[in-house]
Each structure stands twice: as C-alpha cells, then as structure tokens.
C-alpha cells in the first residue's frame, strides 16, 4: 500500500491566537458600541463613547545599559476605549484594551523606566487594561450635594495620579510605579459630598507579570487596600492625597516584601486667553521591608495649546531601585525581593515636546510631534551599583518623533482612567484628557 503523504499543518502560536482574539474583542466592542456613540446625545439616558488611538514613535536613547546608544521604532500605546452610560449615567462601564502585549513585547526603550521586570524599557500592560462598573447615586441623595458609589471590576485602585497614558509626554515617568496602583481586581466605595470626595479601595497586590496574566483574586484580592480624599475647591482644580498598602506587589504568591505608599497632588486644567491649559504637581513617596528602602519621587508637568500648536513641559526627581540584572541588561529577574536590590539611584529628567495637530476630520485625529528628553542619573546612600561605570556617565538623553493618531465617532473624548463613581469628572459624558 503506498503511503500516504504527511501535510504540514501550520499551527497559529499562542501570539497568533492572542492577536485574533484581541482583534475580535475590539471589532466586537466597535459593532456594539459605535451605533450608540455616533447616534445617542450625552444627556440622553444611555450613551455610550469609543476611541481607539495609538502612537508611531522612533525613539533613540544615549547611554543604554552597558554604554552606547539604541534607536527603534514601535508603534506603542495601541488602546481601544469605551465608556457606557445607562439610566442616565448612574450604571456605568468603562473598559479599555491594551495591544502593548503584541507590537512593544519586549518593552519600549523609555528614558529612566522600570517596573514588573524591565529596566530601562517600559513594560507591555496587560490586554485588559481596565474593566470597571460603577453604580452612582446609590443613596438618591445626589439632588441634595451627597452621592455615594461602588465600583468593582479590573482597573485603578484608588490612589495617586492619573495614568501617564493619557497625559502630555510620551516618555512614561519613572514614578509609574510610585505614583499609580493599576491592573488590579479593585473594589471601591466612593462617597462625595459637596466639594469633598473619600474613596476606599480593596485589590489584589500582585502585579502582573506578562500581558496575558490576570489577577490572583482566590487567594489575593483583599490583601492590599488603599484610601483617596480629594478636593474639587473650584472648576478644573484637584487636590488629592492618598494611601496604600500593597502586599507583596512584586512576588505573585506573596512572600515578597510589602510596600507602604504616599501620594499627594494638584491638578489644574482651564483655559488662558481662550486655550486649554494643563499642570500637574505630584510628589510621592513609597517604604519597603519595614523603611529599610524609601523611594521618593517629585513631578510638575504642563501642557498649552495655541490652535494646532500643542507645547508641553514635564520635570521630573524620581529615586528607583537598581535590581541585579539578568543577561539581557535591560530585564532584572522575577518575582522579585529584597535581595534583588544592589542600590538606588535618582533620576532627575526635563522633557519638552511641541505637536501639530493635522487633524481634518472631526472623527479622525493625527498629530506629528517631536519630544526630547535630558537626564542625569546618580546614586543614593550606600550600594554597589554605580550609575557611571554601568551606563558609561551620568548624563543620559533621548529624542523621540512620532505621530499620534485617533479615531472616535462623532470627535468623543476618552474617559479619565482610573476616576469612577463618585470622582468620574462628568458622570454625563466622555471628559477630555490633559493629553488631547
């Protein structure tokens, strides 16, 4: 009997297989929500806003790890946004999908960035950035300048600032890790009233550590809690201060170190002269292993828009830990522990960009822009890393070009991440960033 001749079946990997599901997730949120969005005015009792938008970017940083110079160009930041509204605004979802998993796998080469095992490069997030349901008004006492909220789902637990992902610069700061608490099972209780908003928060502490990775909630959710008081004293002003213990953020299981966190901010967006203006001022402050290691960081940032002209400005003091490095310079081992860390260095960075928006059509946004980043690196108390003999000096640059480019029906905004329930800045409608 002649044998019959084998085939050679080409087998989808499990990236093949991530990419089609997250294509099919975002055609399907598209399909559902973009009728609603394109069709039903923000005051009427359901709505509903989607945006998808993403960044082009080359970017060349000077030193790397190990000295010289590194350029590449990715597309980074790739999202798919949605913000639904139901029974005039007091059943609400907001979600988003991050691509970052697929096109910035290996991290994007990011001036000072460091977190969930990548140095010096800024770690993919994880595909389902933020999931999150809020029902507002639970109380009925909203008419009388008293709201009170629960939200639950994966998303922000209630603490620091706003997600760099929808501020002015593109570089991420090196505080993300101090100053956000994010991707996590959160449940939280919002309570506002008049000018003063207090929300408290349970989550899981650990962090992922690959984009396709969720939440421990059987053995974790709970471990790790965080409270936020902020303050509305006038129309664009914020003033918050927050709070968080996280358990064991580093190591999964949990037999890592705790961290113990501090933030406290202001915030401003109005308008000078007929444009929108933006500033922020941040300072936080994180302690592990009982204070043995504190970490300090201190931001302002700005942003102005002149017509198409956008200019923005970000300062920037951060201390970071300097974990042993694994053979690829730019990755530190996990999960992580104390033992890990071999020094702490500050990052003292001023970044300066300018875009110009081309934009032509009202559902369709483009902006070309140029950002440059100047940096000097240096070493805190005692360790053996030595910042200089590792990047070859102290003083680092980088300079990106880039475009961003969005799409939205009907020109709609993207909601605030991480603000739900009772501190959502407009529980009617889809509120503008300080980034577009």
């Known amino acids: 009997m002649q044998a019959i001749p084998s085939l050679n079946v080409i087998r989808p990997t499990d990236k093949d297989i991530r990419i089609r599901l997250l294509a099919l997730a975002a055609a399907a949120l598209a399909l559902a929500v973009v009728p609603l969005a394109s069709q039903t005015p923000a005051s009427a009792p359901h709505w509903a806003a989607v945006r998808l938008d993403g960044t082009l970017a080359y970017t060349r940083v000077t030193p790397v790890p190990g000295g010289g110079s ?6 980074v930041r790739p999202m798919a946004m949605i913000d639904v509204g139901m029974l005039s605004g007091r059943l609400r979802l907001q979600g988003a999908l991050n691509f970052e998993g697929v096109t910035i796998e290996d991290g994007e080469l990011a001036l000072g960035a460091w977190g969930e095992g990548f140095v010096d490069r800024r770690h993919p997030h994880t595909y389902v950035h933020e999931i999150m349901v809020s029902a507002v008004d639970l109380l009925g006492m909203s008419h009388r300048g008293a709201d009170f909220s629960l939200s639950i789902g994966k998303g922000f637990a209630a603490f620091g600032t706003d997600d760099p992902m929808s501020r002015p610069a593109l570089r991420f700061p090196v505080n993300h890790h101090w100053s956000q608490v994010l991707e996590r099972a959160v449940a939280i209780a919002g309570l506002r009233v008049g000018p003063v908003a207090v929300e408290g928060s349970l989550f899981n502490g650990d962090e992922p550590e690959e984009p396709g990775q969720w939440p421990r909630i059987g053995d974790r959710f709970g471990d790790s809690r965080a409270v936020r008081v902020t303050l509305f004293p006038g129309a664009g002003i914020e003033v918050q201060g927050s709070h968080a213990v996280v358990a064991s953020p580093e190591h ?15 915030r401003w967006a109005r308008s000078i002269a007929g444009h929108p203006a933006y500033a922020l001022v941040e300072w936080a402050k994180t302690s592990e292993v009982d204070g043995f290691f504190v970490f300090h960081s201190f931001l302002a940032e700005g942003q102005y828009r002149l017509g198409r002209h956008r200019m923005y400005y970000q300062f920037e003091r951060t201390e970071r830990p300097e974990e042993e490095r694994l053979l690829d310079l730019f990755r530190s081992p996990r999960p992580h522990s104390d033992d890990n860390i071999i020094g702490i260095t500050r990052w003292t960075i001023h970044t300066a960009g300018y875009g110009l928006d081309l934009s032509q059509w009202a559902n369709l946004g483009l902006e070309p822009f140029v950002e440059v980043s100047l940096g000097r690196v240096s070493q805190v108390g005692a360790g053996i890393f030595d910042p200089e003999g590792f990047y070859g000096r102290r003083s680092l640059a980088s300079v990106s070009l880039g475009a961003r480019i969005a799409w939205s029906p009907a020109g709609r905004r993207p909601h605030r991440m991480g603000r739900y329930g009772v501190v959502a800045p407009d529980r009617h409608r889809s509120t503008q960033s300080a980034n577009h």
């Open 252 to 266: 999964r299981s949990g037999a890592g170190p705790d961290q113990f966190k501090w933030s406290a901010s202001a």
């Open 70 to 75: 590194l350029d590449e160009a990715r597309l």
